[in-house]
């Protein structure tokens, strides 16, 4: 059985904003928003890298990446820590394309689609 749930795939298309805490090989920390996440599946998490050079170049140095989905107005929400892969083509990055263009939002192309294996989730705030 998977780690995301049917609460977890609500929130996250709910919401529709995550931020992303990864760290370079030495260990320095980046935090950035993204806009773009969506569940691919039980075990996996994807979101369009646009235009943050930090977190490209962290993940490309260590796969290792948080991500945290929050309803701020309630401190509800998830943290999913797993393993970073980055494609510059393929199903994943079409898929994160074509929606980026669906939604009209107004961002450069996608410069790479990041998905990230889910090795587990943490519950934050009120459940």
């Known amino acids: 059985m998977g780690k ?10 709910e919401v529709g904003l995550c931020y992303v805490a990864s760290a370079s090989a030495d ?10 996440i969506a569940v691919l599946d039980d075990d996996h998490i994807v979101f369009a890298e646009i235009m ?12 290792k990446v948080a991500v945290f989905v929050c309803k701020p107005e309630k401190f ?10 980055l494609a510059s083509d393929g199903p ?13 939002i107004p ?8 998905t990230i294996r889910v090795d587990e989730v943490r519950a934050v705030g009120e459940s």
């Open 4 to 13: 995301i749930t049917e609460d977890h795939r609500n929130l996250i298309e």
């Open 27 to 36: 260990g320095t920390p980046n935090v950035s928003p993204k806009g773009s």
């Open 52 to 63: 943050s050079p930090h977190t490209r170049e962290n993940l490309q140095e260590n796969s």
């Open 76 to 85: 509800k929400g998830f943290q999913f820590k797993g393993t970073a892969e």
């Open 92 to 104: 994943v990055f079409d898929m994160l394309v074509q929606t980026i263009k669906e939604k009209k």
């Open 107 to 114: 961002v450069p192309p996608p410069k790479y689609a990041v």
